[in-house]
């Protein structure tokens, strides 16, 4: 399904892009967002990614996974904006709300928001490097062949940036619990 679509937004077919797009939306929001921490700024980030992949459809390689395309896209595009300053680097924002499923239980939006905003605390107090390779692995679905080509590092380095961090990750919610 996923290549026929590909096909056909090589051929200039938006309603095959979109349908496309819808699929990984939330995933590459979520990747972005983790990178910047601010709503404002991953939607743009997204809205540029989105138009480089529509613009360089006829580029991709289909013997390469979808997937890892766009994310490479998308971590350029960050990587870029950082690069000519246009984001800032902003500290996590408490008030962001995320759509869930858990909407209709008060007590199980509690615990879920709950854990996701010490989860992306721990995440913010990682190196670049190993926040990168941890979202790409996470929100990316990347394999770590993958992210290793994407981030132009070895794969045992990518390996050792995972393994940092999520010792790194447990280290943090463990004194966040202690706090």
Same mark, same amino acid.
Request: charged share 30%.
């Given at each position: 399904?996923?290549?026929?679509?590909?096909?056909?937004?090589?051929?200039?077919?938006?309603?095959?892009?979109?349908?496309?797009?819808?699929?990984?939306?939330?995933?590459?929001?979520?990747?972005?967002?983790? #990178? @910047?921490?601010?709503?404002?700024? +991953?939607?743009?980030? *997204?809205?540029?990614?989105?138009? =480089? %992949?529509?613009?360089?459809?006829?580029?991709?390689?289909?013997?390469?996974?979808?997937?890892?395309?766009?994310?490479?896209?998308?971590?350029?595009?960050?990587?870029?904006?950082?690069?000519?300053?246009?984001?800032?680097?902003?500290?996590?924002?408490?008030?962001?709300?995320?759509?869930?499923?858990?909407?209709?239980?008060?007590?199980?939006?509690?615990?879920?928001?709950? #854990? @996701?905003?010490?989860?992306?605390? +721990?995440?913010?107090? *990682?190196?670049?490097?190993?926040? =990168? %390779?941890?979202?790409?692995?996470?929100?990316?679905?990347?394999?770590?062949?993958?992210?290793?080509?994407?981030?132009?590092?070895?794969?045992?380095?990518?390996?050792?940036?995972?393994?940092?961090?999520?010792?790194?990750?447990?280290?943090?919610?463990?004194?966040?619990?202690?706090?």
């Amino acid at each position: 399904m996923e290549k026929e679509l590909i096909t056909k937004c090589k051929n200039g077919d938006a309603s095959a892009f979109r349908t496309i797009v819808k699929s990984y939306n939330r995933q590459l929001f979520g990747y972005l967002f983790k #990178l @910047t921490y601010n709503r404002e700024t +991953a939607e743009d980030l *997204l809205q540029e990614t989105l138009m =480089k %992949v529509w613009h360089n459809i006829k580029s991709y390689d289909e013997k390469n996974r979808f997937a890892s395309w766009l994310f490479t896209i998308a971590h350029n595009v960050a990587v870029d904006a950082f690069r000519k300053k246009k984001l800032p680097q902003e500290e996590y924002n408490d008030n962001i709300e995320f759509e869930n499923s858990w909407r209709n239980n008060p007590h199980q939006e509690y615990v879920v928001n709950e #854990l @996701t905003e010490r989860l992306n605390i +721990a995440v913010a107090k *990682l190196s670049d490097k190993q926040k =990168k %390779v941890f979202l790409l692995r996470q929100h990316g679905g990347l394999s770590f062949k993958e992210i290793a080509d994407l981030m132009n590092e070895p794969l045992n380095t990518v390996l050792s940036h995972m393994r940092y961090a999520v010792k790194k990750v447990k280290q943090n919610l463990r004194t966040q619990d202690a706090i």
